[in-house]
């Protein structure tokens, strides 16, 4: 079946990195891209940028563009996203999603990683 | 971009419908029929009800409907039951490869 299974929890203090990787089975890895969405505790989602795993062209939204980096290996069918100069309001769980390359749906969902950032 | 607007709950009691309103622009709900809609119980990940407006994923109920009127998406849920609920958020294409979600309503089931 169809599945996107995600790292760990990550804790980092302010200013630092992290990068949460997204491995996809179960389908064609090319054929749809990957989109990442983020959800503050007790909050709504967040979306946060695709990239097409087919040509490695990506798409952030424009509050996030100048700290967040998407990648994939294709030989491991794994995404990445990284969020560089991290804050305490980056604190959310991170989900990676298959994304409908020219479409606008994503399914199924991975099953997030909560990344805390606390001094 | 700005949050596209929803109620922030809806109520209803077993076997009654309700709809939830996701409010955009004419920047995204009103330009493009791209709307898709999320269920999710707490704790757990969202899943796909709804997508390009109204069409419905293999596995949703039939009794999950979505349509659009201007810069409004609905989300109807008829014969309502104490699974749905749950929280509900829209998402439309904004553009540009872009996308915006709502911000989310609280399905209580009396």
């Known amino acids: 079946q169809v599945q996107l299974v995600q790292s760990g929890g990550e804790v980092k203090k302010p200013g630092a990195s992290v990068k949460v990787s997204c491995k996809a089975s179960?389908?064609?890895?090319?054929?749809?891209?990957i989109t990442w969405v983020r959800q503050a505790p007790g909050q709504g989602l967040e979306w946060m940028g695709w990239?097409?795993?087919?040509?490695?062209?990506?798409n952030s939204a424009q509050k996030l563009q100048d700290r967040v980096t998407m990648t994939t290996d294709r030989s491991t069918s794994t995404a990445y996203m990284e969020l560089r100069s991290l804050r305490s309001d980056d604190t959310a769980v991170y989900y990676c999603a298959r994304k409908d390359i020219g479409g606008a749906w994503f399914d199924p969902w991975g099953q997030g990683t909560l990344v805390t950032v606390s001094s | 971009q700005s949050d596209l607007t929803q109620p922030a709950s809806v109520s209803g009691a077993p076997g009654q419908s309700i709809t939830i309103s996701c409010t955009g622009t004419n920047s995204d709900v009103g330009t493009y029929d791209l709307v898709s809609w999320y269920q999710q119980h707490p704790g757990k990940v969202p899943k796909l009800m709804i997508y390009e407006g109204s069409k419905r994923p293999s596995g949703v109920s039939h009794r999950f409907s979505g349509s659009k009127s201007g810069n409004t998406a609905s989300l109807t849920i008829s014969g309502l039951q104490a699974e749905d609920e749950a929280v509900y958020f829209c998402?439309?294409?904004?553009?540009?490869?872009?996308?915006?979600f709502g911000t989310g309503t609280k399905v209580t089931v009396l």
């Open positions: 179960g389908y064609s890895f090319t054929s749809y891209g």
């Open positions: 998402c439309s294409y904004a553009g540009r490869s872009t996308y915006v």
């Open positions: 990239i097409n795993t087919y040509n490695g062209h990506t």
